[in-house]
Structure formats: C-alpha cells, structure tokens
C-alpha cells in the first residue's frame, strides 16, 4: 500500500487527470486509489461532476434574444461606422 | 485567395480580417457562429435576465476590437475573453444577493486523512440525473454554479462546461495554468458534494 492518504490524494486529482504529475506520484496515486474503494468511488464521482453540470445547465439562444442582437448590432455597427 | 471562399466556408480568422476590413457578411457569420456559445456562457456567470446584455455587449466590443485582433490567440479564445470580461462587468454591477457558501459539501476527512463518507455516499453524485426530475436538475444545476465563489465560478464554467483548454482559460483570465487547475478543482469538489447532497435529500 502506498503512503498517499485519502486526502491528498483528492488534492492531487485535477493534476493527474491533466497529466501534469511526476510519475512517481501519479503511480503512487494509482496504487492508491487502486486499494481504496473509497477513493475510487469518490474519483468517478468527480469525474461525473463536471459532465452532470454541463448537460444540466445547457441553455439555447432564444429566436427572440437573437433578432433583437442582429437588430442592436446593425444599429451601433452603422453608427459606429458612420462616425468615421 | 481568402475572397472567393464563401463566409459559410471560411476559417474564423480570416472572417475577422474581412470583417475588420468593413465586410459586413464576415462579421454576420462570426455572430452566427459564437452568438449561442456566448449567450449559454453569460447565463452561466450572469443570469438568464442579464445574458441579452452580455451578449450584445460582446458582439459590439468584438466589432470595435476587430482591427486590433492580430491573431495571437485564436478568434474563439478572444472572443470568449471578451464575453467573460462582459460577463463579470455585468456579475459586478448588478447587486446580488450572494447564496449560501457550498464550503460544507467539501470532502471529509478523518484524523489519518481518510475519507469519512461511504463508498456508497461518496458515488452517489453519478446518480442525480436518475434522482431528480430534469428541470429541477437543470434549476439546481443553475444555483449551484451560482453559489461559487467568483473565484472559482469562471474558470470552471469556461473549463468544465465550456470546455476551453486549461491554457486557454489561463490566457482569458491572465493566472498561470496551476492556478485554473486549483480552481477548477475546487469548484468540481464543491460542487460534486452538492450534487450528492441533491440526491440525498430526494431520497
């Protein structure tokens, strides 16, 4: 068993998902979660947050919002262009 | 030659340079292809009221800039920095109420470092999109992100839910890349116990 504790292992996850890691402390951290089902658990579970998240915060631009920029956008551009 | 590729075809870049030279189709299309991804990224820092202003307040300051893009970013890392600055000058202006901190989802930990949760507890996050209803999610979701500290709030949004590159999302917001990671971190880790904690009060 590793010496990496839960804690900072939780502490290092974003680094080893982004491969930015020393080896030695991503293999530790490997061994780690590899013995600890808490650790484990708790490592997918992170990884599910973000996704979760983005598909429920998932917005469209309404028709309207987008005809009134189109209508402020030719407004202001041609101002801005006739003060050339 | 970059004047007989149709708008619909061109790189953004060269839609910029076209548009910055006064052709009013390039700047069109430009708005047509970052127009929704700037609206879902002001709902995301702002709120639905505010995101009409944020994102007209994009387009015009991507007008203005146009001439000054030198294409040392791409156009898309540039015109979501411009969204975020809009996006965090409205955030700022507009007086909120700031909700309760999410600081208590953090993860225990007991005296030896080891976590304090269950397997059970600790995976139950993956299991919010089965426990609530979708518009509650989404509704939940919302505030969630809203509760960040600000801190956390933009770096997350534009990396884990925009999903810019870390080294994007370091130029944007002008911090080292260790820096977005550390905040990214920790709003993922907020937020991971407030989705568990949505799911057991379903329960």
Same mark, same amino acid.
Request: aromatic share 6%; proline share 5%; with cysteine.
């Given at each position: 068993?590793s ?12 680094? !080893? ?11 530790a ?16 579970? !992170? ?37 050339d | 030659?970059?004047? $007989?590729? /149709?708008?619909?075809?061109?790189s ?9 030279? =006064? ?7 430009? $708005? ?14 702002? &709120? ?18 146009l ?11 540039w ?18 109420? /700031? ?9 225990g930990?007991?005296?030896? =470092?080891?976590? &304090?949760? &269950? /397997?059970?507890?600790?995976?139950? &996050? ?28 933009? /770096? ?6 925009? =999903? ?23 709003a993922?880790l ?14």
């Amino acid at each position: 068993m590793s010496d990496v504790a839960c804690a900072s292992g939780v502490e290092l996850l974003m680094d !080893y998902l982004e491969g930015v890691l020393p080896p030695d402390v991503r293999a530790a951290l490997d061994e780690h979660v590899a013995g600890c089902e808490r650790c484990a658990a708790f490592v997918a579970s !992170y990884c599910d947050t973000p996704r979760i998240l983005r598909d429920a915060s998932a917005v469209t631009l309404p028709p309207d919002v987008e005809a009134s920029l189109a209508s402020f956008l030719r407004a202001r551009t041609n101002s801005f262009r006739n003060r050339d | 030659m970059d004047g $007989v590729v /149709p708008a619909a075809d061109a790189s953004d870049e060269t839609l910029a340079a076209r548009a910055a030279a =006064g052709d009013d189709s390039a700047f069109e299309e430009l $708005v047509r292809r970052y127009q929704a991804r700037v609206f879902r990224l002001a709902c995301r820092i702002t &709120t639905d009221t505010d995101a009409p202003d944020v994102l007209q307040e994009t387009f015009l300051q991507v007008y203005r800039n146009l001439p000054s893009f030198r294409g040392e970013s791409q156009f898309g890392t540039w015109v979501y920095r411009i969204a975020t600055n809009a996006a965090l000058m409205h955030r700022r202006s507009s007086a909120r109420r /700031p909700g309760d901190s999410l600081e208590s989802f953090l993860p225990g930990f007991d005296a030896e =470092g080891r976590h &304090t949760a &269950t /397997p059970a507890e600790l995976q139950v &996050t993956a299991r919010a999109e089965e426990a609530l209803d979708r518009q509650v999610l989404a509704a939940k979701a919302r505030d969630g992100i809203a509760r960040l500290p600000d801190l956390y709030r933009t /770096p997350f949004v534009l990396r884990d839910l925009e =999903g810019l590159g870390t080294s994007d999302v370091a130029r944007i917001l002008s911090v080292e890349p260790a820096t977005v990671r550390q905040r990214v971190h920790r709003a993922r880790l907020m937020l991971r116990g407030y989705l568990a904690h949505l799911v057991e009060v379903q329960q």
